[in-house]
């Protein structure tokens, strides 16, 4: 997968927990946790890794 | 031949800028992935921190700003609001810091700030970095501009 995909992906999860936020989805509490630490495992991964030189 | 007293014209041809056209593309090009992700992650970031009561000056900043990109979108017509979503979440804003004694925050102030986060993310990912610009030259100028109080006329 390309930075692009992954930045994708975060980008998506990361809107995807704030709507269940704002539109007080009813989601289980596992689950919720489950997405907030997928937000937070790609954060560390992708956004606060050095991006790799252009070949 | 009679000299003239005027000093003859300097003809100075102005350089070209050979990057003007690279200008040009990144002014049509949309926002870059990058950039999104990491205001959108500012953005989240500051908004989890009201949640917790621990907003700092800068965070408030960082959610001033959404606020006033997206209602600057909406009155340029570059974006519509038909569930008055960015209202809501200025009064949220108001509501929040206006209240005294408690940081706490209420859940629908909470749910009115990820309201604006969702669209905020998706406006970013459909304007071009020229739009962005004008919108917050002229969110600048709203904010260096005076506020024009109309006071009325007494009545007769």
């Known amino acids: 997968m390309t930075r692009e ?3 994708d992906i975060l980008l998506l999860v990361s809107t995807l927990e704030s709507m269940i936020i704002a539109h007080k989805v009813p ?6 946790d489950a997405l907030s630490k997928a ?3 790609l954060r560390r991964e992708i956004i606060n890794a050095p991006k790799q030189p252009a070949a | 031949m009679p000299r003239s007293s005027r000093p003859r014209k300097t ?4 350089g070209v800028n050979l990057q003007a056209h690279n200008v040009a593309m990144h002014g049509a090009a949309l926002l870059s992935l990058d950039d999104r992700t990491v205001w959108a992650m500012r953005l989240d970031d500051a908004i989890t ?3 917790r009561g621990e907003a700092a000056a800068t965070q408030w900043d960082e959610i001033f700003a959404a606020v006033a990109l997206a209602e600057q979108l909406v009155m340029d017509r570059l ?3 038909p569930g008055k979503i960015v209202a809501e979440a200025q009064q949220a804003c108001a509501d929040i810091l206006h209240r ?3 940081r706490a925050v209420k859940a629908t102030e909470l749910a009115a700030l990820r309201a604006l986060q969702v669209d905020w993310i998706m406006l970013l990912g459909g304007i071009t970095h020229t739009q962005k610009f004008i919108c917050e030259e002229r969110i600048a100028i709203r904010r260096r501009s005076p506020q024009t109080i109309k006071v009325p006329k007494p009545c007769p």
């Open chain 2, 79 to 81: 974006a519509a609001d």
């Open chain 2, 49 to 51: 921190a009201v949640g």
């Open chain 2, 100 to 102: 005294t004694g408690s």
């Open chain 2, 11 to 14: 003809y100075r041809p102005r």
């Open chain 1, 27 to 32: 989601v289980p509490d596992h689950m919720f």
């Open chain 1, 5 to 7: 995909q992954y930045l």
């Open chain 1, 39 to 41: 937000v937070e495992l």
